[in-house]
């Protein structure tokens, strides 16, 4: 297998020297540059047998360092990730896999910012990379970093690819029984401090070889149907125990352990989605949280990004669109079931936020 590293035409490799300690092989490569274009050359690496590839340079020359892990991460792409998942997927978007609980997704070109919401799961990518906006958040996450979602937020999502470096990746739901017993194992609880920094439902961790190691083993399973059947729930319970372990380990916590304005936060969030057609009012969700009506905008607001109110209305049409897509709902039954009492009111608000009116996206 060969691994590309860029170096300036016109260039030279001056020496290389090899040392082997326990199957890890550090290479140095050192260039002198000379010109200005870019080309590509090869080096061949065996991908079982290296963890660090270093450029180390004079004053005279360019100089940068790519941490490659042992399984052959170069830079921001991981070929043992990507190569399992490509030989699963048939098509662009979403794809099936052995264990319900675990999909596959890609794309060939690059997608815009579109509004959507992600159930409580884990985004793993292996090339290519995504753009989340959550309020005045901006969260990235790539083959360098996964994305842990723990509550269904609508929020927008901006896709990077194209087909020479094509986006692949996997999707793992959090189960809230899975959650509840690794968090009781772990024997960790957060500290019960109303006036800290909440935990945040959304955000973009750095990939870890723990992390990297237990997803390859995962993907390896979906390739094997006894694998899956026998140790598939185990390798997702691996990588859920990974996430705890990571900087979001507090949020996920957080929806076992039932304290603090979070929590209460959280269980008013369900609500709402378990409610969407019921008339909501914002003192109604204040009373349900056990909160003062500031004290509940104050703490809703760190937590979704959004206003109460914004945050229904979003819901209501991100579910609408889901509706919409489904031959048993028209316009006017998909109005109903999201709480909307008006057609023209919700076309308005429909199109507003979407750019296209629901008829049409019903066509």
Not at 55 to 83: D, K, Q
Not at 187 to 200: F, Q, T
Request: proline share 6%; aromatic share 8%; glycine share 6%.
């Amino acid at each position: 297998m060969f691994f590309p590293i860029e170096k300036e035409k016109g260039g030279k490799g001056s020496h290389r020297s090899f040392r082997s300690d326990n199957d890890v092989v550090f290479i140095v490569l050192v260039l002198e540059l000379v010109a200005i274009n870019k080309s590509t050359v090869f080096l061949p690496i065996p991908p079982s047998s290296f963890s660090l590839l270093e450029l180390r340079g004079s004053p005279t020359a360019y100089w940068s360092m790519l941490e490659i892990t042992f399984y052959g991460r170069l830079s921001m792409n991981c070929p043992v990730m990507m190569a399992l998942i490509r030989l699963l997927v048939k098509h662009d978007g979403i794809s099936e896999t052995l264990l319900p609980e675990v999909s596959l997704f890609s794309s060939h070109k690059p997608q815009p910012r579109v509004p959507l919401i992600y159930q409580p799961s884990l985004c793993i990518v292996a090339q290519g990379r995504k753009i989340g906006y959550l309020g005045d958040r901006e969260i990235h996450y790539d083959s360098g970093h996964y994305l842990v979602q723990t509550l269904p937020l609508p929020f927008e999502c901006e896709t990077f690819a194209s087909e020479e470096a094509p986006l692949f990746g996997m999707s793992v739901s959090i189960d809230a029984a899975t959650l509840a017993e690794l968090v009781l194992a772990l024997d960790d609880p957060l500290a019960n401090d109303d006036n800290s920094e909440p935990p945040k439902p959304m955000g973009s961790v750095a990939m870890t070889v723990g992390m990297e190691e237990a997803v390859i083993r995962l993907l390896r399973a979906l390739h094997d149907p006894q694998a899956a059947r026998v140790m598939g729930r185990n390798r997702v319970r691996e990588v859920i125990f990974e996430a705890l372990q990571g900087e979001q380990g507090p949020a996920l916590r957080a929806l076992v352990e039932n304290q603090g304005h979070y929590s209460r936060i959280v269980q008013v969030l369900t609500q709402m989605h378990s409610e969407l057609a019921d008339d909501i009012s914002v003192e109604q969700l204040a009373r349900r949280a056990n909160m003062s009506l500031s004290t509940f905008h104050h703490h809703f607001k760190q937590v979704t990004r959004s206003s109460p109110i914004q945050y229904l209305k979003r819901l209501r049409l991100i579910k609408a669109q889901l509706l919409l897509s489904h031959d048993e709902f028209n316009v006017t039954q998909t109005a109903s079931a999201v709480g909307y009492k008006s057609i023209n009111q919700f076309s308005r608000d429909y199109k507003r936020y979407f750019g296209v009116s629901p008829i049409q996206d019903k066509v």
